[in-house]
């Protein structure tokens, strides 16, 4: 503004500030009458005077998102759904409303508002059967991003086929749970009311106290103590618990605390980490049981890590015992089954290899001929559901790893089979192929003076310089596309 024309300095009026209140970051107070006629205009907008003193007149607002209890996009102007109200957009997991002209993209997404529906769905048999997957928007977002960064055309094709597929929904905090759970609850429910489709969405259940015990690049918010373990039941269970119980009318899986009880199996006599979370791993799974397993229209799977990490005979039988101890604390809480292989690396079948020195004596050297012993172990230890979904979001292509127990950020590195229910006949017990762990998010950082550096992610085959573990890792993803097994 022209300070040779100014009336007065503008007194710290308390007028309202409006988001489209643009003269309080020049001094001046906004006119609190949007009507107060125009005195002045320069190119910071229109100038009124009201006691005496200049103020700013409102633009009209323009972030109409605001009105609905929506912010307005900042970084993105990517229209994922268009309603009456305008076009919407993601950000980080969350719905928001684009303000300037933006065309509309390809992916339809659900209205964020649907109507409520107390309906009861209920589970029975296969969850992934019959129903459509729903899209998580803050992948979809994700691939967007990354397209942006790709020069290949036939990459960029094979990337914008990465958003027409389904993937797991990761609750690994308390805030990323406040904020991904209930949106997506919505947007599911959306998505059916939009399509007619029973429509379901697989999250992961992933804050245990000391989570990630063996290791370190997934290293939780919460300790192995007694606090933290309270804060992961009030905080985190129960108030998944309370949305679940809001949003009956679609079904949903959760993926229950991955690599938790394979470390109970292996690793709490080497691991002193692993033996201070004992109690809290196998008392936070009592509780959650207890809770999401009386629920109809939900569907649970507990990790069992990967053919080479339970495999082996021995580390079965042991496996056994810890998962149906798990499962009976439970109760009446129940689980439908077992998920492998979650953010892993090893092929769904690999016919090179069998038990001898190089699988070291490992009857299961694929995640085939591991569920394939696990269903037998399982049932005849009377586990009464034993049904397994495989994540092949990492599993298409042998990476050039050359010991199977590499976990990080494998080069080589392709997707695998496409998420479907029962893919395999003649195995009715898997449920499903899912992509449980999205490609393109990293495993864990390669950056030695990080706290959560773990030496894995800096061996030779895994890719490097790479960013924490859920963070978006660009040449992961592209070489994840160029591998992928079937082709993109
Ligand atoms: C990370 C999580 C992340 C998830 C999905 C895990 O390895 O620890 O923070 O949400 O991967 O990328």
Known sequence: MKTTIALTAAAALAAKVSAACWSQSLGYSCCTNASTPVVYSDNDGDWGVENGNWCGIPVPETCWAEKLGYSCCTSTSQVVYTDGDGNWGVENGNWCGITTGSTPGPSPSPNPDPTPDNTQYKISGNPFSGVEFYLNPYYVEEVENAIKQMTSSSLKAKAEKMKTYSNAIWLDNIKNMQSWLEPNLKGALSQHQSTGKDVLTVFVVYDLPGRD??????????????????????????????????YTAQPVVLIIEPDSLANMVTNIENTPACAESETYYYDGHAYLLKKFGVLDHVAMYLDIGHAFWLGWDDNREKATKVYKKVIDSGSPGKVRGFVDNVANYTPWEDPTLSRGPDTEWNPCPDEKRYLEAMYKDFTSAGIKSVYFVSDSSRNGHKTDRKHPGEWCNQTGVGIGARPQASPISGMSYLDAFYWIKPLGESDGTSDESAARFDGYCGHDTAMKPAPEAGQWFQKHFEQGLENANPPL
């Open 213 to 246: 015990c063996h290791a370190l690049a997934s290293n939780g918010e919460l300790l192995a103590n007694d606090s933290d373990a309270q804060r992961y039941k009030t905080e985190y269970i129960d108030v998944i618990e309370s949305h679940l119980k809001k």
